[in-house]
């Protein structure tokens, strides 16, 4: 017999049939495994989409509305618990009682008192005129000492026929100073006596006080005649 069939009739080892199975087991677990990792590298990645969106915006703050300002709470009105005092009725006037005067006698009265008042009117009028006259005659003699002074400082200019008058106004203090200018209100004809009167005027500064201060008038009215004595 050749060595091929020698082999062929020899009888198997024990146990070798039982690793033969679990190598070829083996072996096709490996390729199993080979092959599906191949497929699972090979497999096309699946498309991931992504949208963009723009940025959501931030809402509004929301607005705080101020809190209204507390009204002013009215003053509890307290019911008028005092009763008001009911007003005093008014007395009524008495009727005066008829006049028992007889009217003769009352005619009588009437015309008495009408005499007295035109009596004290009569007194207070004299009383008046007195006042007046003595006031006059106080004015008078005032300035009568005034012209009396202007007179003496006349400058007697050419020749004047007549005795022609001026009238000037003029303005005093208290104590006789003359204050501003002499105002002609009347001429004498002549403008060179008119001249000399002024500066008479102006030269009798300050001129006489009244003797009683009482009439003392602040403007006066003065009639100069140069050529009474």
């Known amino acids: ?73 009215p003053p509890s009105i307290k019911p008028d618990i005092a009763l008001k005092t009911a007003e005093k009725p008014k007395p009524v006037a008495k009727p005066e009682p008829a006049s028992t005067m007889n009217p003769l006698e009352w005619l009588k009265s009437e015309t008495e008192h009408l005499v007295q008042q035109k009596q004290v009117n009569a007194d207070q009028q004299r009383v008046n005129n007195i006042k007046a006259r003595q006031t006059s005659a106080a004015l008078a003699a005032w300035t009568d000492k005034v012209k009396a002074k202007i007179r003496g400082n006349i400058v007697r200019v050419g020749s004047t026929t007549g005795n022609p008058e001026a009238i000037y106004e003029i303005t005093l203090l208290p104590d006789g100073s003359l204050v501003g200018e002499p105002r002609q209100k009347k001429s004498t004809g002549n403008p060179a006596l008119d001249g000399a009167i002024e500066s008479a005027i102006l030269k009798s500064s300050p001129l006489p006080k009244p003797d009683d201060p009482g009439i003392f008038q602040r403007v006066l009215e003065l009639k100069v005649r140069p050529f009474e004595e």
């Open 1 to 73: 017999m050749n060595l091929a069939g020698g082999l062929l009739l020899r009888p198997e080892e024990p146990g070798k049939r039982i690793s033969v199975v679990m190598a070829l087991t083996v072996h096709l677990a490996l390729a199993a495994l080979l092959i599906y990792g191949v497929h699972w590298q090979t497999a096309p990645p699946e498309t991931i989409e992504v949208e963009l969106v723009r940025s959501i915006p931030s809402p509004a703050p929301e607005r705080i509305e101020p809190l209204p300002e507390p009204k002013p709470v």
